[in-house]
């Protein structure tokens, strides 16, 4: 079975997370989202797998290769030119850059699978697959249930009671939205809809394709399924994503390490003054990290390798990046701290003077800027 993963956005709503990493390559619980994605599919025999990236290539294509590892096959297509040695992004949109890679190659010449590089879940895909093929649809999206405050950062679905879409709204007012059921870019196609996608322009799927197959009207169903599906669109996405996975509600997504305490786990070569800190699970301390005497961790809390928090620290509910360092008595609440960046669950810089953060190896006061 083919599938492509989307990662050519740019990630602008993530800044500053995306100013040196792609949408893709952000950590959830140690390893790149995307790498989450690339597992479901292997486990459900998608191997033939199509990437499209623009934004920062390179580290997605040197970090997955030709897909071995997986058991799969992995192929990029890159949408941008380089000038000067310099890679200038141009993505396609979503559908635009499936278009462009059937010209190419002729690749979806059957049922594909189309999912967004910046979400995991775990659905079934196998299940929702056979009802795809049973509903005799040219195009099936799963869909999911969310609070009505958040149908503004999605598309809206209408259906009726067998399923046929008859309504798409994307990213509507919350006033405005007729449903409750989101599209989640988990979407099944039959070849035939790669008709209705012009040549050589940007075209999105959400905003663009799906209200064309319903104005076609062709057999384009919703499929529901229980499933948990977590997005990391924006910075207090990620941070939700994190908390939610620390406290284990994705099937099939553990913390990884020895569990030395309840709920708190550890890499290797650690040093913590055990007899001496407050930690509270679920938290994760990253290979080579050192924790002293009097820091309190309330979780979920994710340390990365090679951070320092030195005496009487506190940090609450945070994720920190590798080679961190807190100097005594600093505190993090609900943040993210990511290079020389920190932010709140919001998205909102902190400032660092206000944290006691630098860090290791860097030469960098924070007291001088």
């Given at each position: 079975m083919k599938a492509m993963i989307l990662a050519a956005g740019k990630g602008t709503?993530?800044?500053?997370?995306?100013?040196?990493?792609?949408?893709?390559?952000?950590?959830?619980?140690?390893?790149?989202?995307?790498?989450?994605?690339?597992?479901?599919?292997?486990?459900?025999?998608?191997?033939?797998?199509m990437v499209n990236v623009s934004h920062l290539p390179?580290?997605?294509?040197?970090?997955?290769?030709n897909g071995q590892r997986w058991g799969v096959n992995i192929g990029y297509s890159f949408e941008g030119r380089i000038e000067k040695g310099k890679v200038i992004g141009m993505p396609l949109g979503s559908a635009g850059g499936i278009k462009r890679i059937h010209e190419f190659g002729g690749f979806f010449d059957d049922t594909f699978l189309v999912v967004c590089g910046d979400a995991i879940f775990d659905l079934d895909l196998s299940a929702v697959l056979r009802k795809h093929w049973q509903s005799g649809a040219k195009a099936s999206v799963v869909v999911n249930r969310v609070p009505r405050e958040r149908l503004p950062d999605y598309g809206v679905v209408l259906c009726d009671r067998h399923g046929q879409v008859t309504s798409f709204q994307e990213k509507p007012p919350v006033e405005e939205a007729k449903s409750t059921l989101v599209?989640?870019?988990?979407?099944?196609?039959?070849?035939?809809?790669?008709?209705q996608i012009p040549s050589g322009q940007v075209y999105d799927i959400g905003s663009q394709l799906l209200p064309k197959l319903i104005e076609q009207d062709l057999p384009f169903h919703a499929i529901e399924a229980p499933f948990h599906w977590v997005d990391i669109g924006r910075v207090k996405d990620y941070w939700n994503a994190n908390q939610q996975l620390m406290r284990g509600t994705l099937r099939g997504v553990g913390i990884p390490g020895l569990e030395v305490l309840p709920r708190v786990w550890t890499g290797l070569n650690v040093k913590v003054d055990w007899d001496d800190v407050l930690i509270e699970g679920p938290v994760y301390i990253g290979a080579n990290s050192r924790i002293e005497a009097g820091c309190e961790?309330?979780?979920p809390t994710w340390i990365s390798h090679g951070c320092h928090l030195q005496s009487n620290v506190k940090v609450h509910r945070s994720i920190l990046f590798e080679n961190t360092l807190m100097r005594e008595h600093g505190a993090i609440f609900e943040a993210v701290v990511f290079g020389h960046h920190c932010?709140?669950?919001?998205?909102?810089?902190?400032n660092?003077?206000?944290?006691?953060?630098?860090?290791?190896?860097?030469?960098?006061?924070?007291?001088?800027?």
């Open positions: 709503r993530l800044q500053p997370l995306t100013h040196e990493l792609p949408k893709p390559m952000i950590p959830l619980l140690g390893k790149p989202v995307m790498e989450y994605l690339v597992e479901q599919l292997a486990a459900h025999q998608f191997k033939d797998i390179r580290s997605i294509e040197n970090y997955f290769g599209n989640t870019g988990i979407c099944f196609f039959e070849p035939e809809i790669l008709e961790i309330l979780g932010v709140d669950k919001e998205g909102k810089p902190v660092i003077r206000d944290t006691g953060l630098d860090w290791v190896g860097d030469g960098h006061d924070p007291e001088t800027g």
